[in-house]
């Protein structure tokens, strides 16, 4: 279960004098979904887009399931199955002349297309709309027939751009149910920039930020990155001054945010006691006080708002 | 092979499903018709002319029939083809399906040669239907079957060519009525070349006369197949699908 079926090592891509992809180094195994984390514009897309063959790397090697795509890029096509930010769905189509059709572009053998047709209609429950126009199917179907004809030819890895973007609640769900039931058979790379996906979703984090990967590891590990620092979210109605605040035995720093505070503690200290104990005895008048965000979107802010810190109270997060 | 073939025949289960195909054909066949039409009964006036002259013998049936039909299609195609192989590659790229293909472990002249395949589908659907006018003097007259057939063929390999002028353009750009405009631009140079070849004797405007489609074409409607046409035919459709499968290699690389 160790065997790497995509080893990015080195890989840049350059637009003109942009480099949208700075020299990346990234490795998922067999079996592994890994969450591939970024803001807009950081080179998510791209570095799919490369992994895919769509796009050749200026520098750098890419090889899926041992194969390279720059020597041989037929041969590497043939192990992965892309979905792009955007269902590549053909409208006067049905659902299964659409996977029939890919199938066979993508060498399922004639005998066995319609026992893996149906597999992947199954998987991403489109059986009941099998013989539907594409065009006549909802949003949440057609991202389902975009999954389905990533997995359809059963390729060794699966690259989601994107997957749930634009879907309502209920299909949210049940895409992220059926992308964690991938893992296992396919590896799985899933750009987001949803964080609780990442949580739902994946064994493994990368962060990519400007191009670059500036995080890659499990997210247990990732977590204990953050090594206990706990982050509150308060209100209070008399709102204390951040002078006040930050002579609280234990607080870090702090951020204005919804006409409230961010709170985060120093490594290993809990400042909620005191915090009650003052808003009791200065008469600050608690409204709120709630653990805010989760360790995961601090460690993403500070990873990538190293450069330039976002506006004061901007959600980094939809 | 196969990828070939599947993706030459969803191209024209996709051309048939939009009314653009079906529209096409229409607009072709009923002009087609009329023309024939046309040209047979001035043909029946001027045998009768003819005839009145005391003349002996006939006049040629198909040449004064046959031959301008087919050579006013050839016009008919210069027009119509561009709006069939506009849509071949920068349909896919506009509609977003572009990525299954190119993620599909396909080499680009496989893709290329699959639309193209599609294409000339299309094309013998198309020209099947302009034999369908001809055919109806076989009952009354005694048409050059083989001048007919020749007529047929250099149809089929004009309009082939357009096609590959208009994939080649398709290749170029994201937006199916450019490479529309690109084709015909192109295709309307190529065929108008021989305007200025047959001005003047020197050796530029025997060249331009030579890369003329139309001079090209006309052989064909007298009834000769050469190979020096075959080859100009055959080098010029070459071309177009080289340079859709170049333009496909690069956007990998460029972006």
Same mark, same amino acid.
């Given at each position: /279960?160790?065997?790497?079926?995509?080893?990015?090592?080195?890989?840049?891509?350059?637009?003109?004098?942009?480099?949208?992809?700075?020299?990346?180094?990234?490795?998922?195994?067999?079996?592994?979904?890994?969450?591939?984390?970024?803001?807009?514009?950081?080179?998510?897309?791209? =570095? /799919?887009?490369?992994?895919?063959?769509?796009?050749?790397?200026?520098?750098?090697?890419?090889?899926?399931?041992?194969?390279?795509?720059?020597?041989?890029?037929?041969?590497?096509?043939?192990?992965?199955? @892309?979905?792009?930010?955007?269902?590549?769905?053909?409208?006067?189509?049905?659902?299964?002349?659409? #996977?029939?059709?890919?199938?066979?572009?993508?060498?399922?053998?004639?005998?066995?297309?319609?026992?893996?047709?149906?597999?992947?209609?199954?998987?991403?429950?489109?059986?009941?709309?099998?013989?539907?126009?594409?065009?006549? !199917?909802?949003?949440?179907?057609?991202?389902?027939?975009?999954?389905?004809?990533?997995?359809?030819?059963?390729?060794?890895?699966?690259?989601?751009?994107?997957?749930?973007?634009?879907?309502?609640?209920?299909?949210?769900?049940?895409?992220?149910?059926?992308?964690?039931?991938?893992?296992?058979?396919?590896?799985?790379?899933?750009?987001?920039?949803?964080?609780?996906?990442?949580?739902?979703?994946?064994?493994?984090?990368?962060?990519?930020?400007?191009?670059?990967?500036?995080?890659?590891?499990?997210?247990?590990?990732?977590?204990?990155?953050?090594?206990?620092?706990?982050?509150? @979210?308060?209100? +209070?109605?008399?709102?204390?001054?951040?002078?006040?605040?930050?002579?609280?035995?234990?607080?870090?720093?702090?951020?204005?945010?919804?006409?409230?505070?961010?709170?985060?503690? !120093?490594?290993?200290?809990?400042?909620?006691?005191?915090?009650?104990? &003052?808003?009791?005895?200065?008469? +600050?008048?608690?409204?709120?006080?709630?653990?805010?965000?989760?360790? !995961?979107?601090?460690?993403?802010?500070?990873?990538?708002?190293?450069?330039?810190?976002?506006?004061?109270?901007?959600?980094?997060?939809? | 092979?196969?990828?070939?073939? =599947?993706?030459?025949?969803?191209?024209?289960?996709?051309?048939?499903?939009?009314?653009?195909? +079906?529209?096409?054909?229409?607009?072709?066949?009923?002009?087609?018709?009329?023309?024939?039409?046309?040209?047979?009964?001035?043909?029946?006036?001027?045998?009768?002319?003819?005839?009145?002259?005391? /003349?002996?013998?006939?006049?040629?049936?198909?040449?004064?029939?046959?031959?301008?039909?087919?050579?006013?299609?050839?016009?008919?195609? &210069?027009? #119509? /083809?561009?709006?069939?192989?506009?849509?071949?590659?920068?349909?896919?790229?506009?509609?977003? =399906?572009?990525?299954?293909?190119?993620?599909?472990?396909?080499?680009?002249?496989?893709?290329?040669?699959?639309?193209?395949?599609?294409?000339?589908?299309?094309?013998?659907?198309?020209?099947?239907?302009?034999?369908?006018?001809?055919?109806?003097?076989?009952?009354?007259?005694?048409?050059?079957?083989?001048?007919?057939?020749?007529?047929?063929?250099?149809?089929?390999?004009?309009?082939?060519?357009?096609?590959?002028?208009?994939?080649?353009?398709?290749?170029?750009?994201?937006?199916?009525?450019?490479?529309?405009?690109?084709?015909?631009?192109?295709?309307?140079? &190529?065929?108008?070349?021989? +305007?200025?070849?047959?001005?003047?004797?020197?050796?530029?405007?025997?060249?331009?006369?030579? @890369?003329?489609?139309?001079?090209?074409?006309?052989?064909?409607?007298?009834?000769?197949?050469?190979?020096?046409?075959?080859?100009?035919?055959?080098?010029?459709?070459?071309?177009?699908? !080289?340079?859709?499968?170049?333009?496909?290699?690069?956007?990998?690389?460029?972006?």
């Amino acid at each position: /279960m160790t065997e790497t079926m995509i080893r990015i090592s080195g890989v840049s891509k350059r637009f003109g004098p942009i480099a949208a992809v700075d020299g990346i180094d990234l490795e998922v195994r067999r079996g592994e979904v890994v969450g591939f984390l970024g803001p807009n514009g950081a080179g998510k897309t791209t =570095t /799919m887009r490369m992994l895919s063959g769509l796009l050749a790397p200026s520098e750098g090697t890419i090889a899926v399931a041992g194969v390279d795509v720059l020597e041989n890029p037929v041969e590497a096509r043939a192990k992965i199955g @892309f979905l792009p930010e955007n269902p590549p769905i053909y409208g006067e189509m049905t659902v299964r002349e659409y #996977l029939d059709y890919l199938a066979t572009l993508r060498r399922v053998p004639r005998a066995k297309l319609t026992q893996s047709v149906n597999r992947a209609m199954e998987r991403c429950g489109l059986t009941g709309v099998a013989n539907r126009l594409l065009r006549n !199917l909802s949003k949440g179907f057609k991202q389902r027939a975009g999954i389905a004809q990533a997995i359809v030819h059963a390729p060794d890895v699966v690259v989601l751009d994107e997957p749930t973007v634009g879907l309502d609640p209920i299909q949210i769900r049940e895409i992220r149910a059926l992308i964690r039931e991938l893992g296992g058979e396919h590896s799985v790379l899933l750009s987001t920039h949803i964080l609780p996906e990442v949580r739902m979703t994946c064994q493994r984090v990368a962060v990519i930020h400007q191009g670059r990967i500036v995080a890659d590891d499990t997210l247990d590990a990732l977590e204990k990155r953050a090594h206990g620092r706990s982050i509150h @979210f308060a209100r +209070w109605r008399n709102l204390p001054s951040p002078e006040a605040l930050r002579m609280v035995p234990g607080v870090a720093d702090i951020h204005p945010r919804d006409e409230g505070w961010l709170i985060g503690a !120093l490594p290993e200290f809990d400042p909620v006691p005191e915090l009650l104990r &003052l808003s009791v005895s200065e008469g +600050w008048d608690l409204r709120e006080l709630t653990p805010a965000g989760g360790s !995961l979107e601090e460690i993403f802010l500070q990873l990538t708002t190293r450069e330039e810190r976002p506006e004061e109270g901007e959600e980094t997060t939809p | 092979m196969r990828a070939i073939v =599947t993706i030459a025949v969803r191209e024209v289960r996709g051309l048939f499903h939009s009314p653009l195909a +079906w529209t096409l054909l229409a607009v072709l066949f009923a002009i087609c018709a009329y023309m024939f039409n046309a040209g047979v009964l001035s043909y029946q006036i001027q045998m009768v002319e003819y005839q009145a002259y005391g /003349m002996r013998g006939g006049l040629p049936l198909t040449e004064r029939t046959i031959a301008p039909m087919l050579g006013n299609a050839a016009i008919l195609m &210069l027009l #119509l /083809m561009p709006l069939i192989s506009m849509r071949l590659i920068a349909e896919e790229k506009r509609q977003g =399906t572009w990525p299954a293909l190119a993620s599909s472990p396909l080499s680009p002249m496989t893709i290329v040669l699959g639309k193209y395949l599609g294409l000339l589908l299309f094309l013998a659907i198309a020209i099947g239907l302009l034999a369908i006018p001809p055919l109806t003097l076989y009952p009354f007259g005694n048409p050059d079957t083989g001048q007919f057939l020749a007529g047929l063929l250099g149809l089929f390999l004009t309009a082939a060519a357009f096609g590959a002028v208009g994939l080649a353009a398709s290749s170029a750009t994201e937006n199916p009525n450019v490479a529309a405009v690109i084709s015909f631009g192109v295709l309307l140079m &190529l065929w108008i070349l021989s +305007w200025m070849g047959n001005a003047s004797g020197g050796q530029v405007d025997k060249m331009l006369a030579y @890369f003329s489609l139309m001079n090209h074409y006309q052989n064909f409607l007298m009834g000769v197949v050469s190979s020096a046409d075959l080859i100009y035919f055959v080098l010029l459709s070459a071309s177009g699908l !080289l340079f859709a499968r170049q333009r496909l290699m690069a956007e990998r690389i460029q972006g």
